[in-house]
């Protein structure tokens, strides 16, 4: 592939406190430039869990206090900071962020492109009064959506189907796939080591429905009274989740770990991964657990055939339905030779279509376009992912 006579120099932008799976993808990418030589920094909330992260990582961190979209003051310093450091790309990882990158290059004239990570399903502009739509038919010069579904929400809010280009989000393969199974997680965790285990990974928040599995698993129970339930996250529905289990009589088979980093272990320790959203974007915790070869059973939410092909490397059941979500988990259960088959084979896809080679590779070309000038309407649509 030629590359662009201006090289990219990328500011990355993201304005959440806590750590999240589009932090974690940020992550990967800023290392994927710095290991390509590419001038990296990020642009990080003071004081929070990404700062501190992406700063043990070797990350060019520059903490900034953002309060909200409609911070000016935190634009001007985004703009001050891109203006010091030459960069030439300013990339959001965030709803908010976007906003703050487009004043910073705008308003306070910048002098950089913009690139809009589009991560999540929700309607563009949703709950407020359709205002926010704005900001996505003006001012930015490519979206990098990590799903084929989310590429179709920019279109009905009006994004040129040019300005858009679809790079799936991925895992650290080697990490997962590398992780051993120990038996001190169970012992850790309370959990006994003939148990059959279901697990989840994601924030405790509405759209992940942890009440869905949680009432699935109830069904699980039923049939298969070594049932225990883990959840790996932390939230604000905490309580509500805890008080769900209790009302449905599985508290005493609910784990919630709150945030772990040891995810890798987390993982080899589930029999099943069972995800239960009813919005995804396409779900990165679905790759981490294809990568350490766990079978999966998930919902039909947004882009999640794009991480999981049905019956091929793993279960898709719809969406807010616990029987369904029950019925998947219990036939692999049953047959467990076909969950692993689709695991193994969830393995492949993953370490072949879903690395950290594949995502700055792709990012690079979105970055070196929009610098050469060649996103537009004459030029080729931004390519589909595998």
């Not at 799976?21 to 003071?46: D, F, K, N």
């Not at 704005?134 to 989310?150: C, M, P, V, W």
């Amino acid at each position: 592939m030629s590359r662009s006579a201006i090289k990219p120099c990328v500011l990355h932008v993201d304005d959440q406190p806590g750590w999240r799976g589009g932090e974690q993808q940020m992550l990967y990418l800023a290392r994927g430039l710095q290991r390509r030589q590419v001038p990296t920094a990020a642009v990080l909330q003071r004081g929070s869990a990404p700062a501190r992260m992406a700063g043990q990582e070797g990350i060019d961190v520059r903490a900034l206090r953002m309060r909200g979209e409609a911070d000016l003051e935190a634009a001007r310093h985004i703009a001050k900071i891109a203006r010091a450091g030459r960069f030439n790309v300013l990339h959001s990882h965030t709803a908010h962020a976007h906003t703050l990158i487009l004043l910073a290059a705008h308003l306070w004239l910048a002098n950089c492109k913009v690139v809009a990570h589009r991560r999540i399903e929700y309607a563009v502009g949703r709950g407020m009064l359709g205002l926010g739509r704005l900001k996505y038919r003006f001012g930015t010069d490519a979206y990098i959506a990590i799903s084929n579904r989310l590429k179709e929400t920019l279109l009905e809010a009006g994004v040129p189907e040019w300005k858009v280009f679809v790079v799936h989000s991925v895992t650290d393969t080697q990490r997962f796939a590398e992780a051993g199974a120990d038996r001190d997680v169970r012992t850790e965790l309370g959990i006994p080591q003939d148990a059959f285990v279901v697990g989840n990974i994601g924030a405790l928040v509405g759209h992940k429905d942890h009440c869905n599995l949680l009432e699935a698993c109830r069904l699980v129970r039923d049939a298969a009274p070594d049932t225990w339930v883990v959840i790996v996250g932390d939230g604000p529905l905490r309580g509500r989740i805890r008080a769900r289990a209790q009302s449905l009589q599985m508290g005493d088979r609910l784990i919630m770990t709150g945030f772990r980093q040891d995810v890798p272990q987390l993982i080899r320790a589930f029999d099943i991964f069972a995800l239960s959203s009813s919005e995804e974007g396409m779900c990165s915790t679905l790759l981490e657990a294809a990568a350490s070869e766990c079978p999966i059973v998930a919902t039909d939410a947004g882009g999640v055939r794009e991480a999981v092909l049905p019956d091929r490397t793993g279960l898709v059941v719809p969406i807010r339905s616990p029987a369904a979500l029950a019925e998947g988990i219990l036939q692999l259960r049953r047959d467990p030779q076909r969950g692993r088959e689709m695991a193994r084979r969830g393995k492949h896809r993953v370490e072949t279509h879903f690395n950290v080679d594949l995502l700055t590779e792709r990012t690079l070309e979105v970055y070196e376009r929009v610098l050469r000038g060649t996103v537009g309407a004459q030029w080729p649509l931004g390519y589909c992912a595998d």
